[in-house]
């Protein structure tokens, strides 16, 4: 799926499978996972992509061949690719660790092509071994959502009381991993989104209530996740003396003015750019221990731009994942008059087929046991959307 031009649709195309270079893999993509970022680039919020360009940097998939110097990883190897696709190992950040603010990064998906493909070239040290226990499917929300939002919790030092504004793909896994250190979870969610609020409880957080309201007592930190310049204000009223407010995404909304006294008492107020491959590592390796469980509703990758739409309007609970399959079968007019339903094993026709034929395809793809609800969604272009749910 390419982009060739900020705020167009992406585009099905054909392309050549790539070559891999000096120091890079072939990968034959399995899933890739949709940050709110890809949204930013696609929106033209974001205004130096390449282009044209294949977006999309929380890559699953195997190794099939490996370029001149490339020793890390063996054909079949299953790895991750995430945003971070470059840095040059010696400007004065790299020097210090900074590596996530390196002058001359390159980032997967944005500057190198990324995901939104069946195949990608990546450079073998910025990938990541996958921790046995996930599949494909649930492995590829921990590559960005799970990476910067660990980034984000890690710069809240060792806050007790954690805020979480905005409850989507970030928030949904770093909740998990905040509990599991003995820190408390608040989340916040728009207005009266009682559906994310009980999502958020379900994973561990003690409260959850509207963004437009005070918690129950003052937090430590806020991990600010929606792109929304106002929840800066709203969180540092939230905040303790001494507290911090951390902003995890790429871009935000003008962030309104504000008085004094809502920093003083040493409150701070931070961004978190990127991220460095030792955040990497270390998520990977706390995900199973907690373990993480992600969320995710899988499209077909074709049906990208759908994804992109449900991610800007929030119409799903935890990431959405694109699967590299492709459904060679139509619906027919009965099934396209049900708009949502589960799969039913009593029920018969098309559509029930065509959900289990997806069901296996995603088995088959994403080499799963599936563990966990997965939802399933499918949009014929111009017609009514269907989704089903299967669980694994
Ligand atoms: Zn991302
Ligand atoms: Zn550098």
Not at 178 to 207: M, N
Not at 233 to 250: H, Q
Request: hydrophobic share 40%.
């Amino acid at each position: 799926m390419q982009l060739r031009a900020a705020k167009e649709p992406l585009r099905l195309v054909e392309l050549p499978v790539p070559s891999p270079g000096r120091g890079e893999v072939l990968i034959r993509v399995s899933v890739c996972a949709v940050c709110r970022t890809d949204l930013h680039i696609v929106n033209g919020e974001l205004t130096e992509p390449k282009l044209p360009l294949v977006i999309g940097h929380m890559i699953v998939g195997r190794v099939e061949a490996a370029g001149e110097g490339a020793q890390r990883f063996a054909a079949g190897d299953r790895i991750g690719v995430p945003w971070l696709g470059y840095v040059d190992e010696t400007c004065r950040f790299c020097r210090r660790g900074l590596e996530n603010l390196c002058v001359n990064a390159r980032f997967t998906g944005y500057h190198l092509d990324g995901g939104y493909a069946e195949f990608c070239v990546a450079d073998e040290r910025f990938c990541f071994a996958l921790p046995d226990g996930y599949d494909d499917l649930h492995a590829a929300p921990l590559l960005c959502a799970g990476l910067i939002g660990y980034r984000a919790l890690r710069l809240a030092g060792d806050a007790e009381r954690v805020g979480l504004y905005g409850f989507g793909d970030s928030a949904h896994i770093i909740a998990q991993v905040a509990h599991y250190q003995g820190r408390r979870v608040f989340a916040f969610t728009s207005p009266g989104d009682t559906k994310k609020q009980q999502f958020a409880r379900s994973l561990g957080a003690e409260w959850a209530g509207d963004s437009t309201i005070a918690p129950p007592e003052p937090l430590d930190a806020a991990l600010i996740f929606a792109p929304v310049g106002a929840l800066v204000p709203a969180a540092l009223k939230a905040l303790d003396p001494g507290g911090i407010v951390v902003c995890a995404g790429i871009h935000m909304s003008d962030i309104p003015s504000f008085s004094y006294d809502l920093l003083w008492m040493e409150r701070q107020i931070r961004s978190v750019a990127n991220l460095t491959r030792r955040d990497g590592e270390a998520l990977l390796e706390i995900a199973p221990k907690v373990p993480v469980r992600t969320e995710v509703h899988a499209y077909p990758l074709a049906e990208a731009n759908t994804a992109l739409d449900d991610l800007a309007h929030g119409r799903f609970d935890g990431a959405a994942v694109l699967l590299t399959i492709c459904l060679d079968e139509q619906p027919s007019n009965a099934d396209r008059r049900d708009r949502r339903w589960r799969l039913d094993p009593r029920r018969r026709g098309r559509g029930h087929h065509l959900l289990r034929r997806l069901r296996r395809l995603v088995a088959a793809e994403a080499g799963a046991q599936l563990t966990g609800a997965v939802q399933l969604g499918i949009h014929q272009p111009g017609r009514k959307r269907w989704s089903g749910h299967l669980d694994g």
